[in-house]
């Protein structure tokens, strides 16, 4: 079992910055895809980005260009930089870990609110 907690959620003012972490309870150094969702309310979870094992890094094109995934194997922690918020990024942020071989099963974390509002 892996558990994943999220944390760093909050309310920003649009054009502000937030920081979330997810900290794994075992080693994500087997897990080859790990992935930051959101669902805003009325609407479907949708994947924000992807950060594969050997760095690669996938994002939905309405956070391009503003949002940053990383991972710190060492630590057994992925982040997720926003900037540039906008009131459309107003979600609850779910951290997910991708199936593994090792696992053999994928994870969820409980989910952190970001709200963007003035």
């Known amino acids: 079992q892996v558990q994943l907690v999220e944390s760093g959620g909050g309310l920003v003012q649009p054009g502000g910055s937030l920081k979330l972490s997810c900290a794994a309870s075992?080693?994500?150094?087997?897990?080859?895809?790990m992935d930051w969702y959101r669902q805003a309310p009325g609407k479907e979870r949708e994947l924000v980005a992807t950060i594969i094992a050997g760095g690669t890094t996938r994002y939905a094109d309405s956070v391009k260009g503003r949002f940053a995934i990383s991972r710190d194997n060492a630590k057994n922690t992925v982040y997720l930089q926003m900037n540039s918020l906008k009131s459309e990024d107003t979600a609850v942020y779910y951290c997910?870990?991708?199936?593994?071989?090792?696992?053999?099963?994928?994870?969820w974390g409980q989910g952190t609110q970001v709200t963007v509002s003035s």
């Open positions: 075992r080693s994500i150094f087997m897990i080859n895809a």
């Open positions: 997910h870990a991708g199936y593994s071989a090792y696992y053999r099963q994928e994870y």
